[in-house]
């Protein structure tokens, strides 16, 4: 009786193990097809297919007279609508909401939303929409599905439209660049960048197709999970095939072409990112920024540091620096950088530009704000460029400003002087994004910078208006 009931307990034990051990085999074995399957993903370049009729906006335009105050006399504004509300309908999805970069292409405006950090209650809120504004005919559409976490920024070339993919969903064996071009008027995803985790800016030079980010494996040595750094990619047959060079930063943001010449310039690191370098024996060989040569290599430029990079800025070299929305004029570049904390000082977004990178004479100047107005965007003219600033004021309004730079502007010193605002309006929500010209300009208001998420419990004033385009025209 009693070998009998040990049997029986025998049995009914095995068949619970099975019933466990089976699930976990498959669930094993499915995560490693995946993986296998990832790493034997081939590259391609993939037509990205138009948006279902359910998917496209339905913005509502509240009147722009109940919201935008203190306009300069000379222009009047109109609110575009919010497409982004269709996608991150909540109110405190602010930051994917947010129009990160906008740009003008055969008669549309395109928009840049989504998210691409992994904290916070909206992180990786991809796949991002790529909402497209018909300037004709007054009419929104999504113009495609990216699968990305975010559309961080646009780059023209002739008849092109090219998106850099600021962080891909999906495996990491390739990383993705999108265009458009007039010719047919589609959108393809160009699946062929070896191993690149985030693209964060691209470039031509010449005839070859520079793209700058970050990989997994950018240094050989360390744990496996600590290896991921900055990456220079570059083409030269239009994307399809590409040279990878590695470096020992974290990760590679923007390329300066300064006088027919190109720079690749990485993050630069404060205290924590310091302390990882050096952990990983990096920091003693980190060069700030890279300068392509003729015979297509890059050359460490040791002596364009961080003071140089960041004239009349507290403590350049220690505090971090991520550069970006580097925008060229004629042989001039001008960008923008978000500094952070030092000390008692906040963090701050501060424009630059520059004319001339060489070793004897470095021309580079900062663009002169009054304290508390943050730099947000550029647009360029024939000119120079259109500067787009915001400043917080006590009322809890945003104050902002559009300011002409002039190329012959540029003058010797740390410091330009601040043009005198050509257009200043208020808003509940800061602005972020800028594209037109003298006569019509476009402002995308998003999420305040330097800033945490609001809570599901909370909607702060202007966090609705997350997501908003507005137009601007002289009267």
């Not at 960048?193 to 005839?207: K, S, T, Y």
């Not at 520079?210 to 220079?232: C, I, W, Y």
């Not at 520059?354 to 647009?379: I, N, T």
Request: glycine content about 10%; some cysteine.
């Amino acid at each position: 009786m009693i070998t009998a009931q040990r049997a029986r307990q025998g049995l009914a034990a095995a068949a619970i193990t099975g019933l466990v051990v089976v699930p976990l085999t498959l669930m094993t074995g499915a995560r490693m097809l995946r993986r296998l399957g990832h790493w034997l993903e081939p590259a391609g370049s993939h037509r990205l297919h138009p948006p279902s009729a359910q998917q496209q906006p339905k913005p509502s335009q509240t009147p722009a007279e109940d919201f935008v105050g203190q306009l300069t006399p000379s222009w009047q504004a109109s609110s575009l609508g919010n497409p982004a509300l269709g996608r991150y309908p909540l109110c405190w999805q602010t930051l994917p909401r947010t129009p990160w970069d906008l740009a003008i292409h055969d008669g549309q405006l395109y928009v840049g939303l989504g998210n691409s950090s992994n904290d916070g209650l909206t992180a990786n809120a991809g796949p991002v929409p790529l909402f497209a504004y018909d300037i004709a005919t007054d009419h929104w559409k999504q113009a495609a599905t990216l699968p990305e976490e975010e559309i961080s920024r646009f780059s023209t070339r002739g008849s092109e439209l090219w998106i850099a993919g600021a962080d891909a969903r999906g495996s990491w064996r390739w990383g993705n660049l999108y265009r458009r071009s007039s010719a047919d008027g589609q959108w393809r995803q160009e699946r062929l960048l070896p191993q690149f985790i985030h693209v964060h800016d691209l470039a031509w030079h010449g005839n070859e197709l520079v793209v700058v980010g970050n990989v997994p494996d950018a240094v050989a040595t360390g744990p496996k999970q600590e290896r991921h750094g900055s990456a220079l990619g570059r083409a030269s047959d239009g994307g399809g095939h590409w040279l990878v060079h590695r470096l020992n930063g974290w990760r590679a943001t923007a390329l300066l072409p300064v006088d027919d010449q190109l720079f690749a310039v990485q993050a630069l690191p404060g205290p924590a990112q310091r302390r990882w370098l050096s952990a990983g024996e990096r920091l003693q060989a980190f060069t700030a920024v890279q300068q392509w040569l003729p015979d297509g290599s890059w050359r460490p430029r040791p002596d364009l540091t961080a003071a140089v990079l960041l004239p009349g800025i507290n403590a350049p070299g220690m505090r971090s620096v991520w550069m970006e929305r580097a925008t060229p004029s004629g042989q001039a570049v001008a960008w923008i950088a978000s500094i952070g904390p030092w000390k008692s000082e906040r963090p701050q977004r501060a424009a630059f530009l520059a004319s001339r990178f060489s070793p004897a004479a470095p021309d580079v100047q900062q663009v002169a704000l009054p304290s508390g107005e943050q730099a947000m965007d550029l647009y360029p003219t024939e000119e120079g460029w259109l500067l787009l600033s915001s400043e917080k004021l006590a009322s809890g309004q945003w104050l902002n400003r559009i300011r002409a730079i002039t190329v012959s502007g540029l003058m010797k010193g740390e410091q330009m002087p601040s043009p005198k605002p050509w257009v200043s309006f208020e808003t509940p929500a800061a602005a972020w994004s800028l594209a037109g010209d003298r006569q019509r300009l476009f402002v995308g208001l998003g999420h305040p910078p330097f800033q945490q998420e609001p809570s599901p419990n909370h909607c702060p004033a202007g966090a609705k208006l997350s997501g908003t385009v507005l137009e601007f025209r002289l009267r």
